[in-house]
């Protein structure tokens, strides 16, 4: 999806927000949710909810159906595996580093 300034959204910026996270956390636990059920967890209105959602959906993490007049959101969590990806290979890395750490702390007894 492309972001208000033509570019596709980053996950990574899209994940950046605390409340996006939030809202994200909230649709891990339900199939799906309309958006005045997503506003009423938050201090904001519907329309500084709604532009959340929109940055959660152009990073393809939440999918947008219209049910009648109301719209209801659901999850699409295959983006966060590049998050996990990324993560990953850094885990990795501090684990070879500690274990370095660790011989040359042996080492030095």
């Given at each position: ?45 519907r ?6 959602l ?25 983006p ?30």
């Amino acid at each position: 999806m492309l972001s208000e300034k033509g570019q596709v959204r980053d996950v990574y910026d899209a994940v950046a927000d605390p409340t996006r996270r939030k809202i994200l956390q909230m649709l891990t636990d339900v199939e799906e949710l309309p958006l005045y059920e997503i506003t009423v967890h938050f201090q904001m209105g519907r329309t500084a909810v709604s532009k959340h959602l929109a940055i959660l959906k152009e990073a393809d993490l939440v999918v947008a159906r219209k049910v009648g007049r109301e719209t209801r959101y659901r999850l699409n969590a295959k983006p966060l595996k590049e998050i996990q990806d990324w993560v990953s290979f850094y885990e990795g890395f501090w684990k070879e580093r500690m274990l370095k750490l660790n011989q040359l702390l042996e080492e030095e007894k």
